[in-house]
């Protein structure tokens, strides 16, 4: 199932601690700020400051514009995205704090519940053609800052996805019995995300 998200779809919420606005691209079914399985979101960081508590979730945070960010989880570990398209990756319950490297930047936000999905989050500056072999159930996610992507899903659809758009593919089993699909986005400066749903045990 193929979905293409767009600028007008897009929401505009407060932090969950109330210190700035994020722009919420999409959520999972019936999810809100306390409670969802996945989340993507751009958010503008202008001062430092400290990161809300997502305890129970893991987020990935991918710098997409500005001079860098420092983030100190408060335990030992330092992220530094200096480059666009660097990205960090922590517990949604650390004590994290963000410090600007030279002015305000923005961050591509994903937040997955724990016990729901796995997240493999890459960056791709230049232009290539990236394969993803998806499991039946899991989410593809792909959003480019400056070129238009193409997408090839396995039912042979091509979809042209203009810069800002997100799109979304979820593979679901068929009469057939193909427990995987393979997709090929084209593009660059581009994330690409894939969450892997977790088998229930």
């Not at 919420?24 to 409670?35: P, V, W």
């Not at 997955?112 to 593809?140: C, D, H, R």
Request: overall charge negative.
């Amino acid at each position: 199932m193929l979905t293409v998200f767009t600028p007008e779809n897009f929401k505009t919420i407060p932090w969950k601690n109330g210190l700035g606005h994020t722009t919420e691209l999409a959520i999972s079914d019936g999810g809100n700020l306390d409670d969802f399985d996945w989340r993507l979101s751009i958010a503008s960081v202008v001062n430092d400051g400290d990161f809300s508590n997502f305890a129970g979730y893991q987020r990935n945070l991918v710098l997409i514009e500005g001079n860098g960010l420092t983030l100190d989880h408060r335990n030992g570990e330092l992220d530094e995205l200096t480059q666009i398209l660097d990205i960090a990756r922590f517990d949604g319950a650390s004590k994290t704090y963000g410090a600007l490297v030279n002015g305000s930047i923005k961050d591509f936000n994903i937040m997955t519940n724990k016990t729901s999905f796995t997240p493999a989050v890459s960056g791709y500056i230049e232009q290539q053609t990236v394969t993803i072999k998806l499991l039946a159930g899991s989410l593809l996610f792909a959003y480019s800052l400056t070129e238009k992507m193409v997408v090839n899903t396995p039912q042979d659809e091509e979809c042209t996805v203009p810069v800002g758009h997100l799109f979304k593919y979820q593979h679901r089993n068929t009469l057939s019995g193909h427990h995987s699909s393979v997709n090929k986005i084209t593009g660059k400066n581009m994330i690409i995300i894939e969450l892997k749903v977790k088998a229930c045990l």
